[in-house]
């Protein structure tokens, strides 16, 4: 992935890179259009680091946004959810996709997630695994809203997938650094956020 660097890092580190876009679905007919780009915001509620701040990260790249695998993917996700009001099916949805890169070198361990125990502050989350290179660490766990763990796992293959309510549960991943004798570790990660904008407006429309 050609990413760019993260520079809201609280520790002023630079081994997080990532690129964000945005779109419109409509889930009833499938209708998935692509939004103008936008800063990042998150409140500090759910940001402890870098919230009540604009980001502003480098945009998807066009063969991205124009990806059919990501479109259907993205379809397929909201897809997994558990939607409460049939009526929410008919409205628009604005969702968030971020390429994220974490990587470290020599026996620096770093953290994917510095937020620590958070939400995302969205309605729903889908975290994929796109590929993990000579890491060690990286333990992704679930907690409900008091701080509990109730899930951990390792997404360790291209593709394993935690989807989760962020409105009922909190994640965290645990610090990763390279595997032994490698001098390099990288991981990679697809995180699409949906969220229920009944009033957004059809991009174009």
Not at 15 to 29: E, S, W
Request: net charge negative; glycine share 8%; aromatic share 10%.
């Amino acid at each position: 992935m050609d990413l760019e660097t993260d520079n809201y890092m609280p520790d002023g580190g630079r081994y997080r890179l990532r690129r964000f876009g945005r779109f419109f679905l409509v889930p009833t007919t499938g209708e998935l259009l692509r939004l103008p780009h936008a800063s990042v915001f998150q409140s500090r509620y759910v940001n402890n680091f870098a919230g009540g701040i604009d980001r502003n990260f480098a945009p998807l790249r066009e063969v991205t946004f124009e990806n059919p695998w990501l479109l259907a993917l993205i379809r397929f996700d909201f897809g997994c959810f558990q939607v409460g009001e049939s009526a929410e099916l008919s409205d628009p949805w604005e969702v968030w996709v971020h390429q994220i890169r974490i990587r470290t070198d020599g026996d620096m361990s770093v953290p994917p997630a510095p937020e620590g125990i958070h939400h995302d502050g969205h309605d729903f989350i889908a975290m994929h695994l796109v590929q993990r290179q000579d890491v060690h660490g990286g333990r992704s766990i679930i907690y409900d809203n008091w701080g509990k763990e109730i899930h951990s796992c390792m997404l360790e293959n291209p593709l394993d997938t935690i989807y989760a309510d962020d409105r009922r549960v909190m994640h965290s991943v645990e610090p990763i650094r390279p595997a032994a004798e490698c001098r390099l570790a990288e991981r990679d990660m697809l995180i699409i956020d949906f969220d229920h904008r009944p009033n957004l407006p059809r991009p174009g429309g």
